[in-house]
């Protein structure tokens, strides 16, 4: 079965971002307190569930056929296959220690007819940044958007030319099996930024803030939303997985390359 984002799903990721952001924002300058999931770093706060319950009642009431992946917690298996996943709070550290650079995002992706899938077909993306008045935009048959404005598309780059966006926590820095083809990569580079939210890296590098992007181990919701905008821009992504671990890739197809060849090689 073939299926497509429609304008009026764009319209609605677009409207349902900008809600869940606005909504967590409120919630931030009212006080909030956070709860560690795996370190001190990885947290959850009672934003990210008031923002999530809201995206997932209004999409079940609007788009009830489809189905729902949510970051904490949220499941609905669809019948129409296509699934929304949401990352209510992307960059909660950030959103809690009062940076601006954290956002809501959400992607619309068709299921897989393999389960296993590497990298599922995504066919929208949106992700908003609040205190940034950002909202992206892209997918199939959309061109990546800020604000409304078409982004200009990619131009080609080596690696050696750009700022690449990246992330690893530092526990992984004591495994060489991660930490040897991160460093491999970051090598590359002209310059690295560790700025804590892959959805708003994905879109700088849509919009050309970012040169490139590398992160091991992204789940969904911190990689589809911005997947779909970056190849709406007319740049590349790729998945690879080294020594057992999957790295998610994005930028000029030049600097893909050259990232996936340091990974494999390291």
């Given at each position: 079965?073939?299926?497509?984002?429609?304008?009026?799903?764009?319209?609605?990721?677009?409207?349902?971002?900008?809600?869940?952001?606005?909504?967590?924002?409120?919630?931030?300058?009212?006080?909030?307190?956070?709860?560690?999931?795996?370190?001190?770093?990885?947290?959850?706060?009672?934003?990210?569930?008031?923002?999530?319950?809201?995206?997932?009642?209004?999409?079940?009431?609007?788009?009830?056929?489809?189905?729902?992946?949510?970051?904490?917690?949220?499941?609905?298996?669809?019948?129409?296959?296509?699934?929304?996943?949401?990352?209510?709070?992307?960059?909660?550290y950030n959103f809690l220690s009062g940076s601006t650079y954290w956002c809501s995002a959400l992607a619309l992706r068709a299921e897989p007819a393999d389960p296993q899938?590497?990298?599922?077909?995504?066919?929208?993306?949106?992700?908003?940044?609040?205190?940034?008045?950002?909202?992206?935009?892209?997918?199939?048959?959309?061109?990546?958007?800020?604000?409304?404005?078409?982004?200009?598309?990619?131009?080609?780059?080596?690696?050696?030319?750009?700022?690449?966006?990246?992330?690893?926590?530092?526990?992984?820095?004591?495994?060489?099996?991660?930490?040897?083809?991160?460093?491999?990569?970051?090598?590359?580079?002209?310059?690295?930024?560790?700025?804590?939210?892959?959805?708003?890296?994905?879109?700088?590098?849509?919009?050309?803030?970012?040169?490139?992007?590398?992160?091991?181990?992204?789940?969904?919701?911190?990689?589809?939303?911005?997947?779909?905008?970056?190849?709406?821009?007319?740049?590349?992504?790729?998945?690879l997985e080294v020594n057992g671990f999957r790295w998610h890739i994005a930028g000029p197809a030049t600097a893909v390359r050259e990232i996936r060849h340091r990974l494999?090689?390291?």
């Amino acid at each position: 079965m073939s299926v497509c984002a429609t304008k009026d799903d764009f319209a609605l990721a677009a409207e349902l971002v900008r809600d869940a952001g606005a909504l967590a924002l409120q919630m931030r300058v009212q006080g909030l307190t956070a709860t560690a999931k795996t370190t001190v770093s990885d947290v959850v706060t009672g934003a990210d569930h008031a923002a999530e319950k809201l995206v997932v009642d209004r999409l079940r009431a609007l788009r009830p056929e489809d189905g729902i992946l949510g970051e904490e917690g949220a499941s609905h298996q669809g019948t129409s296959g296509r699934t929304w996943v949401i990352d209510p709070v992307d960059g909660t550290y950030n959103f809690l220690s009062g940076s601006t650079y954290w956002c809501s995002a959400l992607a619309l992706r068709a299921e897989p007819a393999d389960p296993q899938a590497e990298d599922p077909e995504v066919l929208l993306g949106a992700i908003y940044q609040p205190q940034e008045d950002r909202l992206w935009l892209g997918g199939p048959g959309h061109p990546a958007t800020l604000n409304g404005a078409v982004l200009a598309p990619q131009a080609d780059a080596g690696l050696d030319r750009l700022s690449a966006g990246t992330y690893l926590h530092p526990t992984w820095l004591r495994r060489d099996d991660v930490a040897g083809p991160w460093i491999s990569a970051a090598a590359g580079a002209a310059t690295l930024r560790m700025l804590g939210s892959g959805s708003c890296d994905l879109g700088s590098v849509a919009a050309g803030r970012l040169g490139a992007w590398f992160q091991h181990s992204c789940p969904e919701w911190d990689w589809l939303p911005g997947k779909a905008i970056v190849e709406a821009s007319g740049g590349t992504t790729a998945v690879l997985e080294v020594n057992g671990f999957r790295w998610h890739i994005a930028g000029p197809a030049t600097a893909v390359r050259e990232i996936r060849h340091r990974l494999a090689e390291s």
